[in-house]
């Protein structure tokens, strides 16, 4: 087993030394199609991967919670082991062992749809929370370490890999000739992460000063930064108190420094792609550099909003995501639905045509069936630095532009009108609930009173 094994990991190596890992080759395969996906439960069903191989992409990038290896614990609000509330005593999620974990990526990898993408694209990537080991967790989970490896292993990453030696599990790779080169790197957002609420890191030192290098590096046409968790969006700023969502958002001097390193670096045709939050968006931020920032936000591959409710009710849930206010996202005319959100089944794919002049980028958001549910056309003519900005510019950061007002900088009348709806409604609620219960008990009251004079 072990020299089967040694044998289809060096295949695995010449294989891609010679189809798309010879960056610097000139006959180095053109790059039009990439998808790229998150959130797939192995233990449910996966039809998306018959629409993901119909679109035939030639890299397909896993953008986090590519299992689902932690255990989640029942919700329980009452009793001896409470889960939620406010008088919880008892973890909502607990690690899974490694050989638990090493099932649970046997499983993801042994499903045919995704086995024959691997045997026809190029599979890279990251993880997230729930691959990493535990929910919402970053550097202090104590099993990071191992769990680099199984998820490594899950990705076929050689034994010789730099990343196996690395502490987390970022990467970048070229592909394409030159003057069509297409660059992704793949950031770790987990394993040095400081704790939410901190204000405090996302990266680490090492993997900020190897990301430095990586956009000061050789030019690409199109640069890919594939993050786990949302960059461009800060859904938090305007669901909170109700809940909150992970991002790059809720680090805001972390996100500081990233767009300015972009801007320092002046990096061209920069896009970012995330995951993580079960619905699909793309938003759009214009006062970070000298040119628009896309942020493609694809979830989930299984794993998704809507399917936590009745299909009847499903309503609710986008009209909630059209109330909700969000500055960043792109809005237009390919959207399936008004709120331009997507809180079905889906994957993200990015469609580059090259011949066009200038050369364009479709960013799309596709459904189960392969259809497009989001999308926008973006020229790489558009993704170039002309004469960026500081985003304390006032000029460039009025809040008369739509894709340049931060969601934390709104309004308080409009940040919270979500929270103040739910609010409002619960309180109709409770109140017509007492006033029913008044109504009763004087109706039973007059009922017994009547009774007794008769």
């Not at 679109?55 to 689902?68: A, E, K, S």
């Not at 909502?92 to 990898?109: I, L, T």
């Not at 709120?339 to 960013?363: E, K």
Request: glycine residues 6%; aromatic residues 10%.
């Amino acid at each position: 087993m072990a020299a089967s094994s040694n044998l289809m990991n060096l295949l695995l190596s010449l294989w891609c030394f010679s189809f798309l890992c010879t960056t610097t080759a000139e006959d180095s395969p053109i790059i039009t199609r990439i998808a790229f996906g998150s959130c797939a439960n192995q233990s449910a069903p996966q039809p998306i991967w018959e629409a993901i191989n119909k679109y035939d992409p030639q890299v397909f990038i896993w953008l986090g919670d590519n299992i689902y290896g932690d255990i989640r614990k029942p919700n329980r609000l009452f009793g001896k082991e409470r889960t939620i509330g406010p008088w919880r005593n008892s973890p909502r999620f607990v690690p899974s062992s490694e050989e638990e974990m090493k099932v649970r990526y046997a499983k993801a990898k042994a499903n045919p749809g995704y086995s024959r993408l691997l045997r026809n694209a190029r599979v890279i990537g990251t993880w997230d929370d729930h691959d990493y080991g535990l929910n919402d967790a970053g550097k202090e989970f104590d099993r990071k370490a191992i769990n680099q490896r199984l998820m490594l292993d899950f990705l076929d990453e050689p034994l010789d890999s730099p990343r196996r030696k690395q502490a987390g599990v970022y990467a970048s790779y070229t592909f394409g000739p030159s003057n069509k080169r297409v660059k992704v790197i793949v950031l770790d957002t987990r394993y040095h992460r400081d704790p939410l609420r901190s204000d405090g890191s996302i990266l680490g030192d090492t993997q900020w000063g190897w990301l430095e290098e990586e956009l000061r590096g050789p030019h690409s046409e199109i640069t890919i930064i594939a993050s786990s968790v949302q960059v461009i969006s800060n859904l938090s700023a305007t669901t909170g108190p109700l809940f909150y969502m992970e991002s790059w958002g809720r680090f805001p001097k972390e996100r500081k420094r990233l767009f300015q390193l972009i801007d320092d670096t002046k990096r061209n045709g920069v896009i970012f792609i995330s995951g993580d939050v079960h619905f699909g968006e793309i938003t759009r931020y214009d006062c970070a550099v000298g040119y628009p920032l896309y942020d493609v936000t694809s979830s989930g591959l299984v794993q998704s909003v809507e399917k936590v409710f009745p299909r009847p009710l499903r309503f609710i849930v986008r009209l909630l995501f059209w109330y909700t206010p969000n500055t960043m996202r792109v809005t237009n005319d390919n959207c399936r639905y008004k709120s331009c959100t997507y809180g079905q089944q889906n994957f993200g794919a990015i469609s580059i045509d090259w011949d066009a002049n200038p050369a364009t980028v479709r960013l799309e958001i596709r459904d189960v069936n392969g259809l497009t549910a989001l999308s926008t056309n973006v020229s790489l003519s558009e993704l170039q630095p002309r004469g960026s900005k500081s985003l304390t510019d006032p000029t460039t950061k009025g809040k008369s532009q739509r894709h340049c007002t931060l969601e934390a900088e709104l309004q308080g009348i409009t940040r919270y009108r979500l929270a103040v709806l739910v609010y409002f409604i619960i309180t109709v609620l409770v109140m017509a609930l007492v006033g029913l219960i008044i109504g009763v008990v004087l109706t039973i009251t007059a009922c017994v009173y009547k009774c007794k004079v008769d």
